[in-house]
Every structure is written in C-alpha cells, then in structure tokens.
C-alpha cells in the first residue's frame, strides 16, 4: 500500500505555519478523543452506542463531534442502513487505518515508558 500524494503548495504541507493545512489536519487528529475512536475503529466496524461504551469518559457530544470531523477529513466512513430504528455504523477507511498504525506505535510507547514517566513524575512532584 503506497501513500498517495496530493497536489499543493508547500506551504500546505508545513506544520510549522499556523496558517497549514496540515496544522489544521494535525490539530484534528491529535486529540485524545480521535485518537481513541480510532484505535476502537481499528478492531473493526461499530455503532455509535460500541463506540461510546469503548472509549470510557466521552460525551454523546464529544463523541458526536469527533466522528464529524474524523468523517470530514476522510478518516472515518459513516454507514447509514435503511431499517427501522435506522442503524448507523462507524469504520476506518484506508487513510484511517493508516493513521491507527501510528496511533498503535504511541500507544506501545506509552506501555514502554509508562513506568519510567510516572517515576519521572513522582520525582518531580516531590
């Protein structure tokens, strides 16, 4: 799987400038609520009422807001069956499992380095 590298300026691409997109793109994705949904995404397709139950802490709202943005930026693909009550599932597209091969790569950062960051903070805090 090659990435794929669209048209645009520089610019664009420089985290560094405030005015990028790809500030913008970074800002989106590096929340702790998006990174959550996407690493519960990563085990496979869910309703909204999984994701909720997966992700301890969030909000209906939080939640709701998230995957709107998610789906905006090409991550998540919303699925709207036709049945009644209506059915609403929630999946990674390929962009998004791109993404959670990294957010998987901090998250075994963080069980690598847990010990050492909170005895880093205990110090610290003494």
């Known amino acids: ?9 520089p610019e664009d691409a ?9 500030r913008e793109i970074f800002s989106d994705v590096a ?9 519960a995404l990563g085990e496979g397709t869910r309703r909204f ?12 709202k939080m939640l709701t807001q998230n995957l709107r943005m998610l789906e905006r930026n090409g991550l998540v693909e919303r ?13 990674l597209t390929e962009p998004g499992q ?3 091969v990294t957010i998987d790569g901090l998250c075994d950062w963080t069980h690598r380095y847990l010990g050492h960051i909170d005895a880093s903070r205990h110090r610290f805090d003494a």
């Open 98 to 100: 791109a993404l959670r």
């Open 79 to 91: 699925t709207v069956h036709p049945v009644v009550p209506p059915r609403v599932e929630y999946t």
């Open 49 to 60: 009422s999984e994701l909720r139950n997966e992700v301890e802490g969030i909000s209906h």
């Open 1 to 9: 799987m090659g990435t794929k590298q669209l048209s645009g300026s």
């Open 31 to 39: 929340n702790k609520w998006a990174l959550l949904i996407i690493e």
């Open 14 to 22: 420089d985290l560094r400038r405030a005015d990028s997109l790809a």
